[in-house]
Structure formats: C-alpha cells, structure tokens
C-alpha cells in the first residue's frame, strides 16, 4: 500500500535523498524556499524559530499527531506502553489535526463492549475508491478508469495481456517476449502516435505483457483529441496484429541482442535468487528474456499461435489513468468502440468444440483429440477471421495454428480457486485445457466455460507456491544453502527468503497487518542503522524486507546480508543477534509510539498530496493492488481507516506478529521447535498469525576469489560492456543497428570467466553451505539482552527556554539593504513595516527578509509538495576558504568536519537515537553537504502538525549545540 511506505533510515543521520531546486540570493546563511506553507506562516514561523521563540499565542504546539492518551485519573497510560493497565473504564483516542478539522478515533476500554468494537471495526471492509470506476464489455474485456489531475492535460492508457513468461512452455521460452515485439513494433497504428507528443512502449514480465502510451489530450499536430487514436492504436496492438516474415524476423534479431545486453552479473545473481526462490515452479525457470538458442530455432507458427492462445479479450485488462477531458460515460463509449468489436476467445480457435470438451470433462478427466486444424488463412474451423469481427488470425502471411492431437481437459477443482478469482461463484463449471483434475496450474493451461468461451485464469501467475508456515509437511526438511561463486562478483551476499501467501487487503484487519509490518521493518532498519554508525562495523548492509508481490503472486520476507569477504561470519552474527533480539522481545514502546507517529504524519502528508501523484505511479499503484487483490482506497479515506486501526494497535499485538514473522531467519534449523513452542497453552498470544515462519529457500553469492588480505580479486577487465537490466524484458532495439555477433561474442567472454583458473597470487574463497547454516544457527547468540528503550523528545528545545532567549534578544525584520555592520545592536523604536517586510515578487513568487541579526530569508509557497516543505540554510566558506597549508583547517577540513557533524548527530542533551527518533516521527529528512564555496543543510520536513517548528528546532540545534 502506497499509504504504508513507512519511514526510512539511513546510516547518516542528515541524510536526504530527494532532489529540489532552490531559490537563494547571494549573500552570507540564508534559508529558501518554505513549500507547502502559506506565506503568512512562513513569516511568522521564521521570524520566530530562528531566534528560538515560539510566541505564546501561536508557537503553542499541537496536541503530539495520533499520540494514544487516556481521559481517567492520571494521562500515564496508553495501549503502546506496558506495565499495569489501569482499572476501567477508560477512553483510549488518538487525536490528528486536518488543519482547522480535528479528527478523534476513541474506543472506550475496561468495559465489557470494548474487545467487541474493536474487532467490528476490524472486521469492516475498507471503503473503495468511489472515483475508481471499473466494468467489462460483453466480450469479457476489463477497463479500469481513473481522472488524475496530474500531470495536466495528459493521461496514461496501459492494455495489460495476462499472459507472460510464466505461460510459455518448455519449448516456448521467450515466445512471450517475441510476440510483445512483433505486434508493438509491427502497429501501423502505433507508428502514428509518433510525432504527436505521446509515447509509448512495451515490456515483458513473469505474469503479463503490458503495453503503454503517456500522450497528451490533444494530438499537436492535428489538435484532435488523442485518447481515441490511442485505443484504436492498442486495439490493434493486441488484437489485430500482422505477423509478417519479415517483422518477426527482425524482432527476433532484437530479442537475441537484449538478452545478450542483459547478460551481465547484476542479471546472473537475479536468475540465480529467483531460481532457489522458486524451484518448485515455473517462476524460477521461465525468465521473461527467454532461452537464445530456442528462439533462434522457431518457425513463424509458434510465434502466432502464442498470441492467438493468449490474447482473447476476456484475458486483457485496460487501465485510462489521467487527466480526461470527457465523462465516464465518455470514455467508456469510447473503450466499446474500439475494443467491443472483437468477439471473446473461444476454443474454437484451437480446433475444438464446446460440445466435445464438455463432454470429455464431465465424464472423466481424460484426453480430448482432435483432427482438426486451422488452415493457413486462419479460417479452419475457426467461426472468426481477421476481419475486425472476432479475435482475429493469420493474415496469409504466417502459418496458422496447429492443433495438439491430445489435449488434457478437466472441470476446475472448487477448492483449488482462490476466493479473489473474478467470476470465483461460477468456476465450478469451468474448465481448463492443458491441465488436468488435480493440477490446473500446469504450463500453458487455459481456462474456458461450458459454452466454450475462453476466460481468463483464475489464479495469477498460474503456480503453486510453497510457503514458509503452517505446519511441516511430512519429509519436509529446513531450507538448504545454495552457493553461487562467480570471479566477478565484489562481495559476499547471503540472502534468507521465506515465501508465504499474499493477505488481501479487504477489511481493516488486513490494514492493521499490514501496519505492523511496516512497524517491524521500520524498527529493524533503525537497528541496523544505530549498529552501522559503530566505529568500523563489519557488514556493509543488512537489510529486512516482507512484501507482497504480484508479478510473483505471493508475499516474500528476505533477509539480505552484504559484507566484504573475509567478514562473512561476523556479518551473519550482527544479522542473527538483531533479528533474534527482536524475535525474541518486540519492539518497546517508544519504537512502536515514534513510527506510529510517523506513519501516521506519512499517511497524512500523502493524503494532502494525492492531487500530485502523477499519472504512472496511480496507475501502477492500480496495477499492482488489482494483482494482489486489494481493495483499492483513495488517499483520504485510506489515512482515516489507518488512523482507525492505529487506534486498536498495541504493544503486543505488534511483538505477536514480530514473534511469527520473524522466526525464518531468527531460527534458521529451529523450525519444528519453533512449531512446537507456538503450540504451547503458555505460549497463546504471543504469536500472531501466520505463526511461525520457515525459510523455504538461502543463497549465498560470493566472490571466486581474494587476495591475501581479504580483499576480493578483480578479474575480467572490462569485458561486461552490457548495460544493466532486470527480469523483466522491456523497451526496444533497433534491428538493422544491431551487431548481433559482437555481443553474443562478448557474452561467451563472460561464461568463459566462470571456469577461469585463479589469478596468479589469488586464494579460492568457498564458503560452504554447512559453515553458512552453522553460522545462521549458532547458539552463541541465544544470550542477548533486550533493546534499550530510547525516550522520544516531544521537543529538541524547551519552549521554556526559547520564550527566554526571544525575551532577551528581542527579534525582529529589518530593511534588506545596507551592510551586516550596520545593523543596530539595539531595537530602534520602529521600523517601517513597507520597508522591513517588502511585498513578495510577483515574477517570482518569492518573499525576501533580513532578520535583524543579519541572516536572510527568501521562501516561496508552492503547490509542486502539498502539506510538504524544504528549508535549505546556505553558509559561505565551503572548500575554497581551506588552508593550503597542513594541519588544522587545511586541505579536506570542510569535508572532514562535515562528516563529523552529519555522523555524530548528537545535539545538545540529546543522543544520536534520540535526534533520529525524533526525526523518524516528526517525518523529518535532512542532509548536510559542502561544496567549493558554501556549506548547505537541507532539512525536508512535514508541514503539518507543527512540522515546521519541529524543523526549525533541529536546525536550531545543530547551529547552536552539535556535539
């Protein structure tokens, strides 16, 4: 869920990823642009917090966002925190300001009622998105339709075919990518997008083909409008396609260079990781590239006769995502038009009858054959031709479909079709072709219904998993180490997986766990954070990661483990030793307080910014939650439903699920006992669901060789030329550019380097899958002690304290010209308000002051972030102003010392893990950086909830106390 992205830690603790342009003016510190903020806020709160003083009549920060607080005797307790629960009744309530709105979430407690409404609102289905309009035209064609202000005047048109590589069969690999080719590129619909201010692609992935068009509203060179042009472009696309010798035969040139380019070590780990992950099906052998020598090898048949097996209407899915000029009702007339011509997929198409296939189903399972076939104008016995009246066929050019002479049939199982299946009510009458009564989710199974009309697979990708919980199968053994030794290869990395099913987001139940999760994982992070910044840690990075995954079709939890060779062992301790700490005791309550907080401000500030999201990360957001079987919420009601379930989450529902989660790497070789210690009376509770976990699958990639140091053996030279790609096969080449013998020539350097003998003076580095196992499974590392609660500051400076300093020093704005000497130590008697606080420019949009100790000020209001802003502080005296000399403040001394600054991150009375909780909940980002002539401090901040002031206390902080 987008609403869950949770907060991120990074080993500096002024560190910021985003990229903003800023406007400044020449001159000494400065602050820019406030985005988000009203102007009039601006000035208030920069006037004040730069001299440390939040006005009684409107510093007074809000009530803590979303802090649990109990209306009784005492404010001491809250469902977080542990210790005796006070006798009820009582009200527990979370508290969010919307800026003049305030929302209250209560429930009362120590009353018999209580456990009783929390587990309805749980229960209650999450509200779906009431702009999200979605349908299905009479030939089974689905559309998705989605008005997104942004970007403006654009929009975003995707036609998803479910059918990807996974689909292939052992002779097909590859074919899947082959056809994406050759009806994109083969389009002469396609080809008149070009030139009119669109674009569009294609790409191949496990699951499904998408192709894609990013356009404007109105063609630039016609002014017509351009949505219409695009569908009849993607209709044809996937529907009426020619499969000319020529076109196939270029692209398949294509095909064989991206899989030559792609064939680089980042691409061999990947088939390496998904390979181990999932042996027990196709995901882990039908990679979206395919196989080179069998796409070499095929005739223009095999080509065809993939597409025409899985491009039905009933198996495609149309996503309009942006910024429409029309109604709905406009642009679903428009979806019929282009796309409601084209009759549903029959079996017909591969030479079979309704009447036949039901009656070999409903006897037995059994074979059904077949003596006809189609001819090589595709008519056959095919009802349809490619006349634009069914689904289309050979256009003489290609050979037509050849039929199996034996093909498997069998009604589909009740039990084996998921309840997310589209239509799941009616499957029982459904039944499939190339599976069988206890497998329909073999290679190349397709699916049709008593009438003989294809439809779509229930289950996406079609495969069986095998998960990481529930009880042990009978010979069921732990998860073997599986090595992969390559000479180019830096570092040793370890990777721990547990597979488990997808929970779909339906009720507020399935918001809560996903919640929790997210907790887990922001908790370790932080961890491993506090560990690295340790003088010379051992690992280069250990990361913690459970998602859902719908190119994937199931949830994977991964432990990722990197570390420079000869620090493999130590890695793997620091590893076990955290997750088992937070296995074995939980998260304490401050941990579980500070990203309640943060996700909850997260939460919000997305929620203000929903308007921004552009057009692809919607539809993607679309995409992926249709696959997984979410119900898909806007933003707003998405934050209040996590503003709800916040409210009911507690301490040890949070370690319950922590105690299940995690236990696939925190008890490597433990996994019956872990079964067994769950089982126990004494132990209810303290698991959640899905109980104990397992890994199913543990990967070690590692360098071939080291030196006598330890340090890994660089070999090669500069033979992987290939740029780097992912699984997925996407964008397109050039045929006629291609030089297909140089890179196939340069792939066979690179698969030579595998069995390449040791440089001279190199040491074999083989780490074996007992000594990995024996290090996962130490027991040396059952004696640890719980994690320190760290207390989180409602304040970095006392309100006490800056209400003095602002009593002392008096601030004020002062006329922007003249020199900082001239400045008046005393306050003068009055100072023009025109002259001290001059009209923002109207060109630019931007308000300048000078504080009467010399710093200025320009911030501009934007709406590019909403409820978001940015305050840079820019210090003259970078690089440049070093020494030449040796020593102190000689060359390298503003990079060292801003190093030091930016590592430390203690400030006044408070440790770094206190900074960086306190900027963990308040959603605060920030990074410190010197060039050759400035020292710059960002700071990226929430600008709700007194995220403003909580900025400007940090900045106030690290100026006047770093320590």
Same mark, same amino acid.
């Given at each position: 869920?987008?609403?869950?992205?949770?907060?991120?830690?990074?080993?500096?603790?002024?560190?910021?990823?985003?990229?903003?342009?800023?406007?400044?003016?020449?001159?000494?510190?400065?602050?820019?642009?406030?985005?988000?903020?009203?102007?009039?806020?601006?000035?208030?709160?920069?006037?004040?917090?730069?001299?440390?003083?939040?006005?009684?009549?409107?510093?007074?920060?809000?009530?803590?966002?979303?802090?649990?607080?109990?209306?009784?005797?005492?404010?001491?307790?809250?469902?977080?925190?542990?210790?005796?629960?006070?006798?009820?009744?009582?009200?527990?309530?979370?508290?969010?300001?919307?800026?003049?709105?305030?929302?209250?979430?209560?429930?009362?407690?120590?009353?018999?009622?209580?456990?009783?409404?929390?587990?309805?609102?749980?229960?209650?289905?999450?509200?779906?998105?009431?702009?999200?309009?979605?349908?299905?035209?009479?030939?089974?064609?689905?559309?998705?339709?989605?008005?997104?202000?942004?970007?403006?005047?654009?929009?975003?048109?995707?036609?998803?075919?479910?059918?990807?590589?996974?689909?292939?069969?052992?002779?097909?690999?590859?074919?899947?990518?082959?056809?994406?080719?050759?009806?994109?590129?083969?389009?002469?619909?396609?080809?008149?997008?070009?030139?009119?201010?669109?674009?569009?692609?294609?790409?191949?992935?496990?699951?499904?083909?998408?192709?894609?068009?990013?356009?404007?509203?109105?063609?630039?060179?016609?002014?017509?409008?351009?949505?219409?042009?695009?569908?009849?472009?993607?209709?044809?696309?996937?529907?009426?396609?020619?499969?000319?010798?020529?076109?196939?035969?270029?692209?398949?040139?294509?095909?064989?260079?991206?899989?030559?380019?792609?064939?680089?070590?980042?691409?061999?780990?990947?088939?390496?990781?998904?390979?181990?992950?999932?042996?027990?099906?196709?995901?882990?052998?039908?990679?979206?590239?395919?196989?080179?020598?069998?796409?070499?090898?095929?005739?223009?048949?095999?080509?065809?006769?993939?597409?025409?097996?899985?491009?039905?209407?009933?198996?495609?899915?149309?996503?309009?995502?942006?910024?429409?000029?029309?109604?709905?009702?406009?642009?679903?007339?428009?979806?019929?038009?282009?796309?409601?011509?084209?009759?549903?997929?029959?079996?017909?198409?591969?030479?079979?009858?309704?009447?036949?296939?039901?009656?070999?189903?409903?006897?037995?399972?059994?074979?059904?054959?077949?003596?006809?076939?189609?001819?090589?104008?595709?008519?056959?016995?095919?009802?349809?031709?490619?006349?634009?009246?069914?689904?289309?066929?050979?256009?003489?050019?290609?050979?037509?479909?050849?039929?199996?002479?034996?093909?498997?049939?069998?009604?589909?199982?009740?039990?084996?079709?998921?309840?997310?299946?589209?239509?799941?009510?009616?499957?029982?009458?459904?039944?499939?072709?190339?599976?069988?009564?206890?497998?329909?989710?073999?290679?190349?199974?397709?699916?049709?219904?008593?009438?003989?009309?294809?439809?779509?697979?229930?289950?996406?990708?079609?495969?069986?998993?095998?998960?990481?919980?529930?009880?042990?199968?009978?010979?069921?053994?732990?998860?073997?180490?599986?090595?992969?030794?390559?000479?180019?290869?830096?570092?040793?990395?370890?990777?721990?997986?547990?597979?488990?099913?997808?929970?779909?987001?339906?009720?507020?139940?399935?918001?809560?766990?996903?919640?929790?999760?997210?907790?887990?994982?922001?908790?370790?992070?932080?961890?491993?954070?506090?560990?690295?910044?340790?003088?010379?840690?051992?690992?280069?990075?250990?990361?913690?990661?459970?998602?859902?995954?719908?190119?994937?079709?199931?949830?994977?939890?991964?432990?990722?483990?990197?570390?420079?060779?000869?620090?493999?062992?130590?890695?793997?301790?620091?590893?076990?030793?955290?997750?088992?700490?937070?296995?074995?005791?939980?998260?304490?309550?401050?941990?579980?307080?500070?990203?309640?907080?943060?996700?909850?401000?997260?939460?919000?500030?997305?929620?203000?910014?929903?308007?921004?999201?552009?057009?692809?990360?919607?539809?993607?957001?679309?995409?992926?939650?249709?696959?997984?079987?979410?119900?898909?919420?806007?933003?707003?009601?998405?934050?209040?439903?996590?503003?709800?379930?916040?409210?009911?989450?507690?301490?040890?529902?949070?370690?319950?699920?922590?105690?299940?989660?995690?236990?696939?790497?925190?008890?490597?070789?433990?996994? &019956?006992?872990? /079964?067994?210690? =769950? *089982?126990? $009376?004494?132990?209810?509770?303290?698991?959640?669901?899905?109980? !104990? +976990?397992? @890994?199913?699958?543990?990967?070690?990639?590692?360098?071939?060789?080291?030196?006598?140091?330890?340090?890994?053996?660089?070999?090669?030279?500069?033979?992987?030329?290939?740029?780097?790609?992912?699984?997925?096969?996407?964008?397109?080449?050039?045929?006629?550019?291609?030089?297909?013998?140089?890179?196939?020539?340069?792939?066979?350097?690179?698969?030579?380097?595998?069995?390449?003998?040791?440089?001279?003076?190199?040491?074999?580095?083989?780490?074996?899958?007992?000594?990995?196992?024996?290090?996962?499974?130490?027991?040396?590392?059952?004696?640890?002690?719980?994690?320190?609660?760290?207390?989180?500051?409602?304040?970095?400076?006392?309100?006490?304290?800056?209400?003095?300093?602002?009593?002392?020093?008096?601030?004020?704005?002062?006329?922007?010209?003249? &020199?900082?000497? /001239?400045?008046? =130590? *005393?306050? $003068?008697?009055?100072?023009?308000?025109?002259?001290?606080?001059? !009209? +923002?420019? @109207?060109?630019?949009?931007?308000?300048?002051?000078?504080?009467?100790?010399?710093?200025?000020?320009?911030?501009?209001?934007?709406?590019?972030?909403?409820?978001?802003?940015?305050?840079?502080?820019?210090?003259?005296?970078?690089?440049?102003?070093?020494?030449?000399?040796?020593?102190?403040?000689?060359?390298?001394?503003?990079?060292?010392?801003?190093?030091?600054?930016?590592?430390?991150?203690?400030?006044?009375?408070?440790?770094?893990?206190?900074?960086?909780?306190?900027?963990?909940?308040?959603?605060?980002?920030?990074?410190?950086?010197?060039?050759?002539?400035?020292?710059?401090?960002?700071?990226?901040?929430?600008?709700?909830?007194?995220?403003?002031?909580?900025?400007?206390?940090?900045?106030?902080?690290?100026?006047?106390?770093?320590?």
């Amino acid at each position: 869920m987008a609403l869950l992205r949770g907060p991120s830690c990074s080993p500096g603790l002024f560190t910021h990823r985003k990229q903003h342009s800023h406007v400044c003016s020449p001159g000494g510190t400065r602050v820019a642009r406030l985005a988000g903020l009203p102007r009039r806020t601006c000035t208030k709160v920069v006037n004040s917090c730069f001299y440390s003083r939040p006005s009684a009549s409107r510093v007074s920060r809000p009530q803590q966002f979303a802090r649990p607080l109990h209306f009784g005797s005492k404010l001491t307790w809250s469902p977080s925190r542990p210790g005796t629960k006070l006798a009820g009744p009582h009200i527990t309530a979370t508290i969010h300001f919307h800026g003049r709105r305030v929302t209250i979430h209560a429930a009362l407690a120590g009353v018999a009622d209580a456990a009783t409404d929390a587990r309805t609102l749980l229960q209650t289905p999450v509200r779906g998105n009431p702009d999200l309009v979605t349908g299905q035209l009479d030939n089974g064609l689905r559309y998705v339709i989605l008005p997104n202000p942004t970007p403006p005047q654009r929009f975003e048109a995707h036609l998803e075919v479910h059918a990807g590589s996974v689909d292939e069969r052992a002779n097909e690999q590859g074919v899947a990518h082959l056809v994406e080719h050759v009806t994109f590129l083969g389009s002469k619909r396609r080809e008149s997008l070009l030139g009119t201010g669109a674009r569009a692609n294609a790409y191949t992935d496990f699951h499904h083909t998408v192709f894609h068009v990013h356009a404007p509203l109105t063609n630039c060179i016609t002014r017509t409008p351009m949505l219409p042009q695009v569908l009849e472009a993607l209709a044809e696309i996937a529907f009426e396609p020619q499969f000319l010798p020529m076109r196939i035969e270029k692209e398949r040139k294509a095909v064989l260079a991206e899989a030559q380019m792609m064939n680089n070590i980042d691409y061999r780990i990947d088939c390496q990781l998904l390979t181990y992950l999932h042996a027990e099906n196709n995901l882990g052998c039908r990679f979206p590239i395919g196989k080179t020598e069998q796409v070499k090898t095929w005739e223009h048949s095999v080509v065809q006769n993939f597409w025409k097996k899985w491009y039905f209407p009933a198996n495609v899915t149309l996503y309009v995502v942006g910024d429409l000029d029309r109604s709905n009702e406009e642009v679903k007339a428009l979806i019929h038009a282009a796309f409601g011509k084209f009759q549903a997929g029959s079996i017909e198409d591969h030479g079979l009858t309704a009447t036949a296939l039901l009656n070999c189903s409903r006897g037995a399972a059994g074979l059904l054959s077949s003596s006809s076939s189609a001819d090589g104008n595709g008519n056959g016995n095919s009802a349809r031709s490619g006349n634009g009246n069914g689904v289309g066929s050979s256009n003489g050019n290609g050979t037509a479909a050849a039929v199996t002479a034996d093909i498997p049939v069998a009604v589909v199982p009740d039990e084996i079709i998921p309840a997310s299946a589209p239509g799941n009510s009616n499957w029982k009458d459904h039944i499939v072709i190339n599976g069988d009564s206890s497998n329909i989710l073999g290679e190349g199974v397709i699916a049709a219904n008593s009438n003989g009309w294809k439809l779509r697979h229930p289950v996406r990708p079609p495969v069986i998993h095998k998960h990481g919980c529930g009880a042990m199968q009978p010979g069921e053994a732990p998860a073997a180490v599986s090595n992969f030794r390559h000479p180019l290869l830096q570092h040793f990395m370890l990777t721990v997986f547990c597979k488990l099913p997808v929970y779909s987001l339906k009720a507020h139940t399935d918001l809560k766990y996903s919640f929790m999760v997210r907790t887990i994982l922001a908790a370790f992070q932080f961890r491993m954070n506090q560990r690295y910044v340790r003088a010379d840690p051992p690992f280069l990075g250990i990361d913690l990661d459970i998602s859902d995954s719908g190119r994937e079709g199931c949830c994977v939890a991964t432990l990722t483990i990197t570390a420079q060779p000869i620090y493999w062992e130590q890695t793997i301790k620091v590893a076990v030793e955290e997750i088992r700490r937070l296995q074995r005791f939980g998260l304490t309550a401050s941990e579980v307080e500070r990203y309640t907080l943060s996700m909850l401000r997260d939460s919000a500030q997305l929620a203000q910014q929903a308007n921004s999201i552009p057009h692809i990360n919607s539809l993607d957001f679309i995409m992926e939650s249709l696959a997984l079987g979410h119900t898909i919420m806007n933003h707003s009601d998405a934050h209040e439903a996590l503003e709800a379930v916040a409210a009911t989450t507690t301490l040890e529902d949070v370690n319950a699920l922590a105690a299940s989660m995690l236990t696939f790497a925190s008890d490597v070789g433990r996994e &019956e006992e872990m /079964l067994e210690v =769950a *089982a126990q $009376p004494e132990t209810e509770g303290k698991f959640a669901k899905p109980g !104990p +976990t397992r @890994a199913t699958s543990i990967v070690a990639c590692m360098p071939a060789y080291i030196d006598q140091y330890g340090d890994t053996v660089t070999v090669g030279g500069g033979v992987m030329k290939h740029s780097s790609g992912g699984m997925g096969a996407s964008g397109h080449l050039d045929a006629d550019e291609i030089n297909l013998e140089e890179l196939e020539a340069q792939s066979k350097e690179v698969d030579a380097l595998q069995d390449m003998q040791a440089p001279a003076g190199a040491i074999s580095f083989d780490v074996s899958a007992e000594q990995i196992i024996k290090a996962l499974a130490s027991p040396d590392l059952d004696n640890i002690e719980p994690y320190p609660d760290v207390e989180l500051p409602d304040h970095l400076v006392d309100p006490e304290v800056i209400e003095q300093r602002y009593q002392e020093l008096q601030p004020r704005f002062v006329p922007l010209d003249g &020199e900082l000497n /001239l400045v008046p =130590a *005393a306050a $003068p008697a009055a100072v023009s308000e025109s002259v001290a606080r001059p !009209p +923002t420019n @109207a060109e630019t949009g931007i308000t300048q002051r000078r504080l009467s100790n010399g710093i200025r000020i320009n911030y501009r209001h934007t709406d590019n972030e909403p409820k978001a802003g940015l305050l840079r502080i820019v210090a003259a005296g970078g690089r440049a102003a070093e020494s030449r000399e040796p020593g102190p403040g000689g060359a390298g001394a503003v990079a060292v010392a801003t190093r030091t600054l930016s590592e430390g991150g203690a400030v006044g009375d408070w440790s770094r893990e206190q900074v960086e909780a306190y900027c963990i909940a308040n959603l605060i980002h920030s990074v410190m950086d010197s060039n050759d002539e400035f020292l710059v401090l960002d700071v990226h901040f929430a600008a709700t909830n007194g995220g403003l002031q909580c900025a400007f206390e940090l900045v106030h902080q690290i100026l006047q106390a770093p320590r």
